[in-house]
C-alpha cells in the first residue's frame, strides 16, 4: 500500500469511528447501526483480577443489537450525557476490503441538574475508560465496522451501563 493510499485509508476508518462516537454521544442509534455491516458483531468485555478470566457483558450480532436498540426507550435513563473520546491509535489494512483498528477510548459522563424552566449541565466525571478493537470491511465502496469488541478497563460502572460504550 502506498502512502497516500495508506494516509486515506486511516482518514477514513479514523472518520467512522468519530462518527460513531458522535452519533452515539447524541443517542441517534439507529444512525450508528447504520455504519455497520450485515455481518457486524458486538461485544463488550473485560478483564477480572478476582476470576483470572474475561467476563463478557454483552455479545450480539446486528439483528441482537438492533434488537437491544428498539428496547432502549423503555430503560430508565438519568438523562445524563456520554461523551465518548477516542483515539485511533493502531490501524492496519488486511487487504484491500479489511483493515483493522485498536483505539483508546475514554468515555465522560455529565450529570444534568434540573432548574427552573431549563437543564443546565451539571458535574462532569470519567465514567470508563478501555479500548476499541475493530474490524471493517468494504460494502458498495464504503467501509463499514464489521465487528467492535470494547475492551474495558473500568469494571465497575454504576448509573448509565445499560448504554453501550
Known amino acids: ?4 493510499s495508506a ?12 462518527r460513531g462516537a458522535f452519533l452515539l454521544d447524541e443517542r441517534r442509534f439507529g444512525e450508528w447501526i447504520d455504519l ?3 455481518e457486524f458483531r458486538y461485544r463488550i468485555q473485560a478483564y477480572s483480577p478476582d476470576i483470572r478470566r474475561d467476563m463478557t457483558w454483552l455479545d450480539h450480532d446486528r439483528a441482537g443489537m438492533v434488537a437491544l ?31 483493522s483498528s485498536v483505539s483508546s477510548l475514554a468515555i465522560f459522563y455529565t450529570a444534568r441538574d434540573i ?5 443546565d449541565g451539571g458535574s ?20 463499514r465496522l464489521s ?3 470494547v475492551r474495558l478497563q473500568t469494571r465497575q460502572l454504576g448509573v448509565g451501563s445499560h448504554l453501550f460504550p
Open 1 to 4: 500500500m502506498s502512502r497516500s
Open 7 to 18: 494516509a486515506e485509508l486511516r482518514a477514513e476508518l479514523t472518520n467512522l469511528i468519530a
Open 36 to 38: 455497520t455491516a450485515p
Open 69 to 99: 436498540i428498539e428496547l432502549l426507550p423503555k430503560h430508565h435513563v438519568d438523562g445524563a450525557d456520554l461523551l465518548r473520546q477516542v483515539s485511533v491509535g493502531e490501524l492496519h489494512s488486511e487487504s484491500a476490503t479489511e483493515a
Open 115 to 119: 432548574g427552573d424552566s431549563h437543564v
Open 124 to 143: 462532569s466525571r470519567l465514567f470508563l475508560v478501555g479500548r476499541y478493537h475493530d474490524r471493517f470491511r468494504t460494502e458498495g465502496g464504503k467501509w
Open 147 to 149: 465487528e467492535r469488541s
